[in-house]
């Protein structure tokens, strides 16, 4: 049942998040904090109750990954920038 409730804890999720313009360590890193949220929840809560586990991950798991997804989006963008501009140094 412990695994059941955290495959639909992180279904859940991904369900109301979309991760499509994540990077895969992204989406990964967000995976695994679902997971370990939903784990820790079910310890101090039991199974019984999955629909108050289900917002006691939610709520501790969105701000995480939206601080992981603005990162993310920040160290790509920067990425793209440094190709560019390594692209135009071999050019010139």
Not at 40 to 61: C, F, P, Q, S, T
Not at 78 to 92: F, V
């Amino acid at each position: 049942m412990k695994d059941f409730l955290k495959a639909y804890c992180l279904m859940v999720y991904l369900d109301r998040h979309s991760l499509t313009d994540a990077s895969i360590g992204a989406r990964i890193r967000i995976a695994a904090l679902v997971l370990q949220k939903t784990e820790d929840a079910i310890e101090r809560h039991g199974v019984a109750d999955w629909e108050r586990i289900l917002g006691i991950v939610h709520k501790e798991v969105r701000p995480l990954a939206r601080y992981d997804l603005e990162t993310d989006h920040i160290a790509r963008k920067r990425a793209e920038t440094h190709c560019e501009k390594q692209k135009e140094d071999c050019d010139a």
